[in-house]
Nanobody
Framework: QVQLVESGGGSVQAGGSLRLSCAES????????MAWFRQAPGKEREGVAA????????TYADSVKGRFTISLDNAEMTVYLQMNSLKPEDTALYYC?????????????????????WGQGTQVTVSS
């Protein structure tokens, strides 16, 4: 059973930084992409960033491009989300996900329906 364990959420002022981590080291043959999603109260879930475990190609939502960086430690199968220049609108519950998206385009890679395995979520709160 794939288990994704997130850590690193918290509260920060606007302009600050946080780094999220998500680890799954046992069943790495069951997925080839890892990704981060977020959901704010009253809003739909949004794909933030995804990374291919093979060649480490990355995909970002326009809303975070240039501010967030997704990376992967392949040896530990731990995915990170470095979040810089945080804004109040980044406040959300952030989820780690893993799966085998059917298509390689950005819309597919940032679609929650393409991911089978999910973490429990970690809260990120950005105050103005």
């Amino acid at each position: 059973q794939v288990q994704l364990v997130e850590s690193g959420g918290g509260s920060v002022q606007a302009g600050g930084s946080l780094r999220l981590s998500c680890a799954e080291s046992r069943y790495t043959d069951k997925f080839n992409y890892m990704a981060w999603f977020r959901q704010a109260p009253g809003k739909e879930r949004e794909g933030v960033a995804a990374i291919y475990t093979g060649n480490l190609d990355t995909t970002y939502a326009d809303s975070v491009k240039g501010r967030f960086t997704i990376s992967l430690d392949n040896a530990e199968m731990t995915v990170y989300l470095q979040m810089n220049s945080l804004k109040p609108e980044d406040t959300a519950l952030y989820y780690c996900a893993a799966g085998r998206p059917m298509y390689g385009g950005r819309a597919s890679l940032l679609s929650g329906s393409e991911y089978k395995y999910w973490g429990q979520g970690t809260q990120v709160t950005v105050s103005s």
